[in-house]
Nanobody, 126 residues
Framework: QVRLVESGGGLVQSGGSLRLSCAVS????????MGWYRQAPGEQRELVAT???????NYAASVKGRFTISRDNAKNTVYLQMDSLKPDDTAVYSC????????????????????WGQGTQVTVSS
């Protein structure tokens, strides 16, 4: 069973920083793209940042220049460094990973699915 566990959320003042982590565990073959979404109350879910297995990154216009996504492939972990935080960044942040796993312990066939973390609250006070 593949699990994604996030950590690092919390309450911070405007202009402050937080670093989110998302660790993948379980029996997997490989991890392709990883990234972070966020959703504020009453708002649609927004893609914040993505990173490929090779390290290519992409950011939403609203966070470009303030947030940095990175990953440690040896630790199966993706990070989101958030600087110059604003009250508008307040949301539940969820990580995801496109992960290749074996169909079963007895078959070498693989399948790719998107897995999600449980979400972590980030609150930025003004």
């Amino acid at each position: 069973q593949v699990r994604l566990v996030e950590s690092g959320g919390g309450l911070v003042q405007s202009g402050g920083s937080l670093r989110l982590s998302c660790a993948v565990s379980g029996r997997l073959v490989s991890i392709d793209d990883m990234g972070w979404y966020r959703q504020a109350p009453g708002e649609q879910r927004e893609l914040v940042a993505t990173i490929t297995s090779g390290g290519a990154t992409n950011y939403a216009a609203s966070v470009k220049g303030r947030f940095t996504i990175s990953r440690d492939n040896a630790k199966n972990t993706v990070y989101l460094q958030m600087d110059s935080l604003k009250p508008d960044d307040t949301a539940v942040y969820s990580c995801y990973g496109d992960i290749l796993t074996f169909v079963s312990p007895y078959v070498l066939a693989t399948v790719r699915n998107t897995y999600w973390g449980q979400g972590t609250q980030v609150t930025v006070s003004s």
